[in-house]
T-cell receptor
Framework: DTGVSQNPRHKITKRGQNVTFRCDPI?????LYWYRQTLGQGPEFLTY????????KSRLLSDRFSAERPKGSFSTLEIQRTEQGDSAMYLC?????????????FGNGTRLTVT | AQSVTQLDSQVPVFEEAPVELRCNYS??????LFWYVQYPNQGLQLLLK??????LVKGINGFEAEFNKSQTSFHLRKPSVHISDTAEYFC??????????????FGQGTILTVHP
């Protein structure tokens, strides 16, 4: 168990640019979640996948945000035309269904700074 | 929908003293409850969870929490803290049952600072 891996750890970008983050969940975990955490706040749910299917999206996920999990393994989160308000820590988590209530395992996050 | 209120944004305490971090929640359905810890520039680590059964839950690193349904609370306690417990602590709630497991609602966090 190597844990949930997120890349890059830090990303600095200029307003208007597109960015993409990657999350590699724990290998046998079929559920994958994206959360966003702004400074001084708790994480907020963005979206989640079961295998390759995106099952729910928060209203926080504007049209500029898109997430994919094409083969049911790693996931990407893309933000188009970044805005300063997108500056935050983006956290990925994974869990497994079918084994009772499995806790979420979080990665160390990608910190995005939009200048 | 669920909401979580962590009543203290910062809690300073001396090493080896007891500590309680307070959490209240609101929900129209049954819930699962969690406490997570976050060290600087890291993700969240699960301390403990309440799913059902005994209302006193024990977790890692000597922490425990008690679920009080009538007061809609889930306070976190440790009888004797260490310097290494300095971190931010988050209380979270998830609607029980259905397919929404993993869609956690977090509180705003409590920064615990342990002084020597």
């Amino acid at each position: 168990d190597t844990g949930v891996s997120q890349n890059p750890r830090h990303k600095i970008t200029k307003r208007g640019q597109n960015v993409t983050f990657r999350c590699d969940p724990i290998s046998e975990h079929n559920r994958l979640y994206w959360y966003r955490q702004t400074l001084g706040q708790g994480p907020e749910f963005l979206t989640y996948f079961q295998n390759e299917a995106q099952l729910e999206k928060s209203r926080l996920l504007s049209d500029r945000f898109s997430a994919e999990r094409p083969k049911g393994s790693f996931s990407t989160l893309e933000i188009q035309r970044t805005e300063q308000g997108d500056s935050a820590m983006y956290l990925c988590a994974s869990s497994i269904t079918g084994q009772g209530i499995s806790p979420l395992h979080f990665g160390n996050g990608t910190r995005l700074t939009v200048t | 929908a669920q909401s979580v209120t962590q009543l203290d944004s910062q809690v300073p305490v001396f090493e080896e003293a007891p500590v309680e971090l307070r959490c209240n929640y609101s929900s129209s359905v049954s819930v699962y409850l969690f406490w997570y810890v976050q060290y600087p520039n890291q993700g969240l680590q699960l301390l403990l969870k309440y799913l059902s059964g005994s209302t006193l839950v024990k977790g890692i690193n000597g922490f425990e929490a008690e679920f009080n349904k009538s007061q809609t609370s889930f306070h976190l306690r440790k009888p004797s803290v260490h310097i290494s417990d300095t971190a931010e602590y988050f209380c979270a709630v998830n609607a029980a049952g259905g397919t929404s497991y993993g869609k956690l609602t977090f509180g705003q966090g409590t920064i615990l600072t342990v002084h020597p």
